[in-house]
């Protein structure tokens, strides 16, 4: 019998986005028998919340690095090469976007043996600020062996906007680990909703991207006070959005909850949960809040949105330009949505039953 390949996963930290997740999913849920998985952490601090979700089985390596990378390249470079030449996995794993491309130039510095993949997260073209990573990602992307994108919108991004070689690309949904969504959801809790209201969730990093400051300018032009808006999540444009509330006169309507240990329980809760991005990747939360059974309202955004949502079945989705949100918000509170089938369906699509095995075929053919 052959020994499992081995293999490391590079991550900033495994905080509470939806990278992370995905990474940790891949590492709990991998087959002992077919692979040995290793995590590296490169900041010294952060957020690194889905640790202690892992299994007790992983090594986990952390290369203490104190600064951003813009001044502490070689640092970052030196203590990975070091850490890989002594482990020679089958297999590195790079599995965030501006690290992935920044490392991409340098990848003939690696041992000619180790297959490089590197799993894109977002869509560089809108998310990435600094032209240098841009650059990264136009000339010397195709130095991987394999590049994992998530929906069709990024598969395009990267071969139209940075030349990527489309034979290089596999498109891999995101997987949810819905064992782990389902014994989050039997924790008991003091969560109560005003069963008189249409409650409405969103959750995210409050950013740019996340849009939330669009979602509260559209939710104040609806006069139907039976409408209540919860937000979780934190971030740098947290007390910005606070102060438009404020200004808008919605603090009634609208509650931030910040991050919240258990949001499975709100998602499962709520009668609507809203996307209100700027642009993703394939959005996580979206995907969970359909395992727990929730419908969705997503802006038409870049980066599969389309994919995910079935209009009519799971929810609908809503256009900033066309100024549809309260016409589709309505038409959502009037219908009955079936939340078993939204389950089911997602299921289906997204649990790790489905989406593991891809991953697997991908890992050992490589």
């Given amino acids: 019998m052959e020994e499992p390949k081995s293999i490391v996963f590079v991550m900033p930290n495994l905080g509470g986005g939806g990278a992370e997740r995905v990474i940790s999913i891949l590492l709990n849920n991998l087959d002992r028998k077919l692979f040995k998985p290793k995590l590296i952490i490169i900041k010294k601090e952060g957020v690194n919340v889905y640790i202690d979700d892992l299994k007790e089985d992983i090594e986990i390596v952390n290369l203490g690095i104190k600064h951003g990378l813009k001044f502490s390249t070689l640092t970052f470079l030196s203590k990975l090469l070091v850490y890989i030449k002594k482990d020679t996995p089958d297999i590195l794993f790079m599995g965030a976007g501006t690290i992935n491309a920044f490392i991409s130039p340098f990848l003939f510095l690696f041992p000619k043996g180790i297959k490089k993949i590197a799993r894109e997260s977002n869509l560089p073209s809108l998310f990435e600020r600094f032209k240098i990573i841009k650059y990264f990602y136009k000339k010397f992307y195709n130095n991987y062996d394999a590049i994992i994108a998530q929906s069709d919108d990024m598969v395009n991004e990267l071969v139209t906007n940075f030349n990527v070689d489309k034979n290089k690309i596999k498109k891999i949904n995101n997987p949810v680990d819905s064992n782990y969504i389902f014994n989050k959801l039997k924790e008991s809790?003091?969560?109560?909703?005003?069963?008189?209201?249409?409650?409405?969730?969103?959750?995210?990093?409050l950013t740019y991207q996340k849009g939330f400051d669009l979602l509260?300018?559209?939710?104040?032009?609806?006069?139907?006070?039976n409408y209540f808006l919860i937000i979780l999540g934190d971030g740098e444009d947290k007390e910005i959005l606070k102060k438009q509330v404020k200004k808008l006169e919605l603090e009634d309507k609208i509650k931030f909850l910040g991050n919240v240990k258990n949001p499975y329980i709100y998602m499962q809760k709520a009668d609507l949960?809203?996307?209100?991005?700027?642009?993703?990747?394939?959005?996580?939360?979206?995907?969970?809040?359909?395992?727990?059974?929730?419908?969705?309202?997503?802006?038409?955004?870049?980066?599969?949105?389309?994919?995910?949502?079935?209009?009519?079945?799971?929810?609908?989705?809503?256009?900033?330009?066309?100024?549809?949100?309260k016409s589709k918000?309505?038409?959502i509170k009037n219908m009955d949505f079936d939340n078993k089938i939204i389950r089911q369906n997602a299921l289906k699509k997204y649990g790790i039953e489905s989406i593991i095995p891809v991953y697997s075929k991908l890992l050992l053919e490589i």
């Fill in 189 to 205: 809790d003091d969560f109560k909703l005003d069963d008189n209201k249409v409650n409405l969730l969103a959750a995210g990093r």
């Fill in 216 to 225: 509260i300018n559209e939710f104040s032009k609806i006069t139907n006070n």
């Fill in 273 to 325: 949960f809203i996307l209100s991005s700027r642009f993703e990747g394939f959005p996580n939360v979206l995907l969970e809040s359909l395992i727990c059974g929730c419908p969705i309202l997503a802006n038409d955004c870049p980066g599969g949105i389309r994919e995910i949502v079935e209009e009519g079945i799971n929810g609908y989705i809503y256009s900033y330009n066309e100024q549809n949100f």
């Fill in 329 to 331: 918000l309505e038409k």
